[in-house]
């Protein structure tokens, strides 16, 4: 069974930067594509990243604006999130997830499987 352990989130003030890393288990880390999500408050979860197996060119939610990257370490069976210049309206619980296909992650279809904890990002004004 899967399991996804996300870590790295905190407090931050508009402006600064977190770095988000989740490790992947559970599962081979090869060949897989892996994402990134979040979920605001009262809100539905929405895609925020993904990085297909073998690519060097990510996809990225347009509310990202160039501020987050995604990447990965195949060694680690790892995922990061690197987010520059927070704000406010990015205050969400984060999650990483890792299908064989990106385009599922992209569309979070309903079989891409279970969700660990989350990590919280709040971002203060």
């Known amino acids: 069974q899967v399991q996804l352990m996300e870590s790295g989130g905190g407090l931050a003030q508009a402006g600064g930067s977190l770095t988000l890393s989740c490790v992947v288990s559970g599962r081979t880390f090869s060949g897989v594509s892996v994402a990134w999500f979040r979920q605001l408050p009262g809100k539905e979860r929405e895609f925020v990243a993904a990085l297909r197996w073998g690519s060097y060119s990510p996809t990225y939610a347009d509310f990202v604006r160039g501020r987050f990257t995604i990447s990965r370490d195949n060694a680690k069976n790892t995922v990061y999130l690197q987010m520059n210049n927070l704000q406010p309206e990015d205050t969400a619980v984060y999650y990483c997830?890792?299908?064989?296909?990106?385009?599922?992650?992209?569309?979070?279809?309903?079989?891409?499987?279970?969700w660990g904890q989350g990590t919280q990002v709040i971002v203060s004004e």
């Open positions: 997830n890792a299908s064989p296909y990106a385009s599922d992650l992209i569309r979070l279809a309903p079989n891409i499987g279970g």
